[in-house]
């Protein structure tokens, strides 16, 4: 997990790194990311989650109330971390988001603090690689390469308007500025997104496969209704099977692009039930989550030349239209009307 801290822009003027970002293992879970973003808020009331894996914490006078300074503050919060959740984390702090995550890419497992001042960005940038520079795509540095622009330093040097001609225009602005450690974005409070879960549980155990999947396909299909009646899109799907005995298998599978279409929601579904490998397990319940949801207007919608994918999407709406007349039981796939019958 990954979480920004940006600090004031009188202590900035100051010269002193007030942006903070802070790395925690991979795969972790939602519940410990909303008890990091808890922790954070004892930092400052502002507070941007960017789930899953990042938060944004405008530190406005948090150094003056904390009555410490930044890198005292970046292991206070480590500390925390580690002795309340058991997340080891590492923490980059700069004058600005791309030095302080860029800083905290380079700090060892399993934990620490790297402080960059301002008047050190230039040679502290300068040997990296073009790739450890936060906000550069691998793509983008593959360009670079090509070029001879192998560090960050001669990313650097180099002309704007030359970078502009490698990367193509914003890529090459925001590249060239990033390389001199200029981002001046700005925090903007955001809650967490609620997920949105749906579920199923067995009135005896099921062992067999048909029905398993039968019953996760009625549940994709309750989950994209839900998606879009409340106009999101999920960039990633949980799903999580309770056996009998207590036991529960969960996994989680981003999605190639944010969706709330039946056909992609049931595409992941059906990879997570793959993944868990089921041969004689007693299942008890079925839990699909869809994570990370997004504003649907938020979704860039691609041109497509798949025409029967396109049908599909149309007939998707119709049958939506149908069920918000009818009722929800009214039309839906085969395999679910067999398993009601």
Known sequence: MEVVVVGDAQAMAGRVPTVMHVRCPDRLREGVYRQVLELLTDLSPVVQALPPTAALVELKGALRYHGSEVHRLGEVLRVRTLSRLGV??????????????????????????????????????????????????????????????????????????????????????????????????????????????????????????????????DLVVQLGRLLRRRGQAARAVSLTLQFAGGGSWEKSRRLPEPSAHDEDLRTMAYRLIDAAGLQRGRLTGLFLKADDLVDADRVAQQISLDQAREARLVAEATVDRVRDKFGPGVIGPAATARRAS
């Open 88 to 217: 080891d984390v590492r923490v980059g702090i700069g004058p600005s988001i791309t030095i302080a995550a860029t800083a905290s890419a380079q700090v060892p497992l399993p934990g620490g603090v790297l402080t960059v001042a301002p008047d050190d960005v230039t040679d502290w940038l300068a040997p990296l690689p073009g790739e450890a520079l936060h906000g550069l795509g691998p793509r983008q540095a593959g360009a670079l390469h090509e070029y001879g622009i192998h560090t960050v330093g001669l990313l650097a040097a180099v002309s704007p308007e030359t970078v502009q001609r490698l990367l193509g225009g914003k890529a090459g602005r925001l590249a060239a500025d990033r390389a001199r450690g200029r981002d001046p974005r700005p925090v903007v409070p955001r809650a967490l997104p609620a997920a949105a879960t749906v579920r199923m549980r067995f009135d005896r155990h099921v062992l067999d496969g048909a029905d398993v999947r039968a019953a996760l396909l």
